[in-house]
């Protein structure tokens, strides 16, 4: 049996950070030395590749290596800054119907040949998309952020995972504004690993960053950027590997903030 | 917070709503876990009611049937104060006739 993880990378709501997760924990565990290989299984409405900046070397897509008209290696787009990260379209937005469950168990098959993690972006909801995307997944992430509308869709996706066997599932809790929980006006990190009862992989700040990596097609992880989201996935992609780092404390960010304000005044520019 | 956030929220006296979010949380995932309605968690209610009640008698107004959930696990909790038990439990067919809804 191999010893490749498998993640399926969902959430049930969208717009929640499958995609920005995937991305940046894909480029991290490359950076790592792990071989890694993202595969959109959001193919609907895909943007994996938009997001690692691989949108103009898409050819080939998984459906072409199953019927055969191509081979694995042509269809798999190679990170040129980190060639220890591939990315696999599932397939192209025309091709929505063709794909059923033992076919994301085949391409999978495939890809734990060559590499040490698959990561699945997974579609949002919890129709045949996600239930395609799940049959190949072996473990599972789950990405919420601490609103109510996305907990509860995280609660039913844990539930359906639960019951195909995936395992183990883990939380990361995306969007996290640490001055909004320290004033009781967003669910805290405790409400929400209390109330889903997953253990918490990791949180992720709100943090412009992000929106400019996206516009640039860098994920964060690819530069040694200090932002709170970098050192974040940074964190993530270590505790996947085993390592054994502490979680970032919202309130201790906001501390650090602060301090780093009364740094920066007391330092002298003249 | 800016001051007059700080403020309003003093006058107002409103519960912060990290609290609310989490007690709407609990209540409707206690709902979609068990698949049950809140119309038929109702009937299911109506129903235990009485036929505990044919057994003891029970303060009806009293009598809770609710869903709690802890740690993914969704239990019915009935918390039904017995005022004292009936000398002769009812038998099933009798049941129509039980002043249940007394
Ligand atoms: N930690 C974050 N801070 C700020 N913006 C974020 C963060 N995570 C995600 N976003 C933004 O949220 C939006 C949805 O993210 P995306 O990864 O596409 O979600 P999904 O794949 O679940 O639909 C994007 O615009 C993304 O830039
Ligand atoms: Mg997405």
């Avoid at chain 1, 459906?63 to 060639?83: F, G, N, S």
């Avoid at chain 1, 909004?180 to 209390?194: A, F, G, I, P, Y």
């Avoid at chain 2, 008698?57 to 039904?80: F, H, K, M, P, Y």
Wanted: net charge negative; aromatic share 2%.
């Amino acid at each position: 049996m191999s010893t490749t993880r498998t993640i399926l990378i969902c959430s049930g709501k969208g717009g929640v950070g499958k995609t920005t997760t995937t991305a940046n924990l894909g480029i991290a565990l490359a950076r790592q030395g792990a071989k890694t290989v993202v595969l959109d299984a959001d193919f609907g409405l895909r943007n994996l590749d938009l997001l690692l900046g691989l949108e103009n070397r898409i050819v080939y897509t998984a459906q072409e290596v199953l019927a055969e008209t191509c081979r694995l290696e042509q269809a798999l787009v190679k990170h040129k800054q980190e060639p220890n990260l591939a990315l696999l379209p599932a397939g192209n937005p025309r091709m929505l119907e063709w794909l059923k469950p033992k076919d994301m168990q085949a391409i999978v098959a495939l890809l734990e040949r060559q590499f040490d993690y698959v990561l699945i972006d997974c579609p949002a909801g919890i129709e045949d998309g996600f239930k395609n995307a799940a049959a190949a997944a072996r473990e599972a992430v789950v990405i919420t952020t601490p609103e109510v509308a996305a907990v509860r869709d995280a609660d039913r996706v844990i539930g359906l995972l639960n019951t195909q066997g995936v395992q183990p599932v883990q939380l990361v809790l995306n969007r996290v504004r640490p001055k909004m929980m320290s004033n009781q006006e967003m669910l805290s990190v405790d409400d929400v690993t209390d109330i889903l009862a997953l253990p918490l992989l990791g949180l992720v700040f709100e943090d412009e960053q992000v929106i400019v990596s996206t516009n640039r097609g860098e994920p964060l992880t690819l530069s040694d950027s200090s932002s709170p989201a970098a050192q974040a996935y940074g964190n993530i992609a270590q505790r996947l590997q085993g390592e054994d780092v502490p979680l970032m404390d919202p309130s201790q960010a906001r501390r650090g903030l602060r301090a780093k304000m009364r740094k920066l005044m007391q330092t002298r520019i003249f | 917070m800016t001051v007059k956030e700080f403020i309003d929220k003093l006058l107002r006296r409103q519960p912060a709503s990290a609290e609310t979010a989490k007690e709407r949380l609990q209540l409707v995932l206690a709902h979609d876990r068990s698949d049950l309605n809140p119309e038929l968690l109702e009937q299911m209610r109506r129903e235990i009611l009485e036929v505990v009640a044919r057994y003891v008698e029970i303060d009806l107004a009293e009598g809770d049937v609710s869903l709690e959930t802890e740690d993914r696990v969704t239990a019915l909790v009935a918390n039904l104060p017995i005022r004292r038990p009936i000398a002769q439990p009812a038998k099933v067919e009798t049941s129509e006739q039980q002043p249940a809804q007394a």
